[in-house]
């Protein structure tokens, strides 16, 4: 996985050919889909982030979010605005041979397709991926999704060179507006997973696990049916400190994730940043600049012993 090249000509042309037919970006739900596309099951599945000739300094990006209630129209915003997250990550430089991957969030104790997880991809496919996800639209009703069963996921399931061979964490952007359960389920990590827990992981084990890895972000955007709500945010801050993002607009999602990785990589500082979407017609600005305020601009630090390479891009890559 991650080979290939993004397109913004090859998107235009498959929008234009959805748009002819009648059809949307996301098929499969809506063709009535129930259960998890093949592409997308996560039972005995590992995602690998993988350098090669092509992407020789692959950065795995994970964006994971909840499809369930209120927060069914996120993949569709994600969808619209793939050419500006990729059009930012590789135009504009902030990271070196940037490999995304998507997937979706329920509730395992009650939805049919609690956790959906594609691959990581460096070009056109990841548009594909997501229009695979099914749009849950249930969730159990008592602020509470199965965020830790995603968490234990790309805690245990994931390998990328960028951590094996040069001690970089990726980055895993979190998209939701509840809380997680206080455990990962060790019958629901066996029904869909494929693992067999001996016991229950507690929520704080898991967290310490996934950030070890991956530098973990949780975005909660306006809109969603528990915005604003300080339960919601309080708990996702005590797990992450300012990493729990509060978005005004839930239209910012895809220029938040870039200027994010912009930001992490040190190709850019937040000026810098909010001056490329300016010059790039976006309206986000003022969201981005509120939301990232509090990370600063520093790069994040690495934990593990292996030598890390700079975090520059050394340069634009252009479409």
């Known amino acids: 996985m991650g080979s290939g090249i993004w397109s913004t000509d090859v998107y235009d042309a498959a929008d234009r050919y959805r748009k002819k037919k009648g059809k949307s970006a996301f098929s499969y739900s809506d063709s009535g889909a129930r259960t998890v596309h093949p592409a997308l099951d996560p039972r005995g599945a590992v995602r690998e982030s993988r350098d090669s000739a092509e992407h020789p300094q692959s950065t795995p990006i994970a964006v994971l979010f909840d499809v369930t209630g209120s927060m069914g129209h996120v993949p569709r915003t994600l969808q619209a605005k793939l050419p500006q997250l990729l059009g930012l990550l590789l135009r504009q430089g902030y990271a070196r041979d ?9 509730d395992a104790t009650c939805d049919r397709v609690p956790l959906q997880v594609g691959q990581f991809e460096s070009d056109n496919r990841m548009d594909d991926d997501l229009g695979r996800i099914v749009l849950e639209g249930g969730g159990g009703g008592q602020m509470t999704e199965s965020y830790e069963l995603a968490m234990y996921f790309m805690a245990r399931h994931t390998v990328t060179d960028s951590w094996e061979k040069r001690g970089r964490r990726g980055y895993l952007f979190i998209i939701g507006d509840e809380l997680a359960y206080p455990r990962v389920n060790r019958r629901e990590v066996s029904r869909l997973i494929g ?18 890895r991956w530098d973990t972000y949780y975005l909660l955007p306006a809109g969603s049916h528990y915005a604003g709500n300080a339960t919601v945010l309080d708990f996702w801050r005590d797990l992450l400190g300012q990493r729990a993002v ?45 939301a990232l305020a509090p990370l600063g601009g520093g790069r994040r630090a690495e934990v593990s012993t292996l030598p890390a390479t700079s975090g520059r891009t050394g340069g634009v890559t252009r479409l």
């Open 98 to 106: 940037p490999q995304v991957l998507f997937g979706a969030i329920g």
């Open 195 to 212: 693992d067999d827990l001996g016991e229950d992981v507690p929520l704080r084990q898991i967290v310490d696990e996934v950030t070890r």
């Open 246 to 290: 509060v978005l005004d607009d839930l239209d910012a999602v895809c220029e938040t994730i870039a200027l994010t990785v912009g930001l992490g990589e040190q190709a850019i500082d937040l000026d810098e940043g909010l001056r490329d979407l300016d010059r790039a017609g976006s309206t986000a600005g003022r969201t981005v600049s509120k």
